[in-house]
């Protein structure tokens, strides 16, 4: 398998960490997004008409976009994913929350503060305001179900705790503070004291 990748991004790292904690050999082709190196015409035509990245090529002439996609692909008959049809339900009910409501403001805060030299004009430092409110918000969400429960579905570690794992670990970056959220940090020990886990910096 070939991973069209950005060692930067959180969305990459997902399938990176699931990638390494199924032991399953992967070659990963690096792009700098800041460069426009997923908009080019050869990106678009032969990657992903999208632009983006992560992209899993699983064969020749095989591509498979969006981080929860692949997740679902590789964790299918796996440990990572629920066997029964409502579990696996919940898994995507995490991991669309995580797509729609936690990604958009905690990663973006994250890209605007951190990985982007991008220029905080009033408008932006604005923008950057709503977006934690809401990533404070999603956080809100997340502390509640991890005060019950150990990870995010049936009670063991699963794609729903990768999803979400990836930016929320890195979200001081973003200028958010966890410690109002006892539960969510204790997860995430027990996220990354899981076997095979590599950090986020890993290729």
């Known amino acids: 398998m070939i991973l069209h990748d950005n060692l930067s991004s959180g969305n990459g790292y997902k399938v990176r960490l699931l990638l390494a904690q199924l032991g399953i050999p992967f070659e990963r082709i690096e792009y700098d ?3 426009g190196e997923t908009r080019t015409p050869e990106f678009l035509e032969n ?3 999208n632009g ?16 929860g996609a692949i997740l679902f692909y590789l964790a299918e ?18 991991m669309f929350f ?11 805060a994250r890209a605007w503060l951190h990985v982007f030299d991008v220029e905080m004009t009033q408008e932006r430092r604005d923008a950057l305001e709503v977006r934690q409110k ?18 995010f579905v049936g009670g063991r570690y699963s794609v729903a705790d990768i999803a979400l794992y ?7 970056e973003g200028g958010f503070d966890l410690d109002d959220f006892p539960a969510v940090l204790a997860w995430l020990g027990r996220v990354s004291s899981q076997p095979g886990y590599i950090p986020i910096t890993q290729g």
């Open 98 to 108: 995580e797509q729609y409501s936690h990604e958009p403001n905690i990663a973006v």
């Open 52 to 67: 983006r990245v992560p992209v899993l090529e699983i064969e020749e002439g095989e591509f498979l976009a969006e981080s």
């Open 77 to 94: 008959g796996t440990p990572f994913l629920p066997e029964d049809r409502l579990g696996k339900a919940r898994a995507l009910q995490w």
């Open 134 to 151: 809401r990533g404070y918000d999603a956080l809100g969400v997340m502390e509640r179900h991890l005060k019950e429960n150990d990870f």
């Open 166 to 172: 990836a930016y929320t670990h890195v979200a001081s």
């Open 47 to 49: 990657v992903n008409a």
């Open 33 to 35: 997004i800041t460069a």
